[in-house]
């Protein structure tokens, strides 16, 4: 990463091409920038690491900057998504609104694998209310709901990004640097999986500190109500939504189970984000030291902007089309409204019941919006959070050639 420390001598170059994980981007003390993979000059590089908090920072700002500019995307995806898991869209002529809490209750598979609304007659086209595509998403919540729906649930996409962000960003650039260290010590073989180990472990501990708002983010996007003048539910009247159902029943008064539902496909949720992780960072890692490398000794803040974005960009969208199947069943195991059945389904099942569905075709349900979001969001917010770390690394050698000069 920007401001790290230099190539390691000794390293042989094809793991240093592969790995990536420290991409050397220094200042001697006149200012001039190496970069790629020039070797390190003993005593005229000074390696600047952000601390925590100011990984933190950058990486918050990077993230608000990403959740509101893809946050119509996120939207069509799981609009899409939720179609396929049987939301009934194309019901809502018939039920005048269908509120945050009209799930997947009282509807049952038709012939055509689609659901619809028990005992009831359509009395307008399926067409006016489903969706056949991205741009379809777009352009009939426009028309039915008004044009800020789009950022419908950009809030709770502001509450996740700034935390988890804040901690998956510091806590990469800490587990690589660590991990990365041992292992060219003591086991050079498996410095290319650094990034991959590393991404793991930060991604874990990012989406289980966060997950009540990923739920909460997911249904509000899920659902929509058609009552002119009602304010939709925000954040938390959708995770007391989440839990409220219990209340009444008998034999879900433990405490422990009732808030267990706010952590209601937390596996899928680890099961998708693990190994986006893994691929994002092991595919993003070589190809942006590779392009930092092309530049050399002419980097500057743009040229370290466009080597993240690029790199970023390519990363996101592989990493996002291997996990779609998992995103999808994530999406189907955080809009189940059954109490009951959703602390007994397993990722497994609900894999099997999407293969039941909509057969292969069904776990790509939303791909398109899903990798179009995904591609400039991490390159927004690695590129923002690199250019941070350049610039303050920067600043931090400026001010230490102005000392060295008094």
Known sequence: MVGSS???????????????????????????????????????????????????????????????????????????????????????????HLNSNTVLTGVKYNSSGTRAVLGAEPTCSPDSFRYKGTLDVFYKVIRQEGFTRLWRGTNASLTLAIPSVAIYLPLYDIFRNSVEEYTLRNIPIATPYVPLVAGSLARSIACITCYPVELARTRMQAFKDTKNGVKPPGVWKTLVGVVSPVNSVNSYQNSMQTYRLLWTGLGAQLARDVPFSAICWSTLEPVRRKLLGMVGDEASATTVFGANFSAGFVAGILAASATCPLDVARTRRQIENDPERALRMTTRQTLVEIWRDGGFKGFFAGVGPRVARAGPSVGIVVSFYEVVKYCLSHRHMHRQSEGADL
């Open 6 to 96: 230099s190539t390691k001598q000794g390293l042989s170059s094809w793991i240093g091409a592969a790995t990536a994980t420290r991409t050397t981007v220094e200042f001697d003390k006149n200012g001039a920038v190496s970069g790629g993979d020039s070797p390190s000059h003993s005593g005229n590089f000074t390696d600047v690491n952000l601390g925590f908090g100011e990984g933190a920072i950058s990486a918050a700002g990077a993230a608000v900057l990403s959740a509101i500019l893809v946050n119509p995307l996120d939207v069509a995806k799981t609009r899409l998504q939720a179609q396929a898991a049987g939301v009934p869209y194309d019901s809502l002529c018939n039920l005048g």
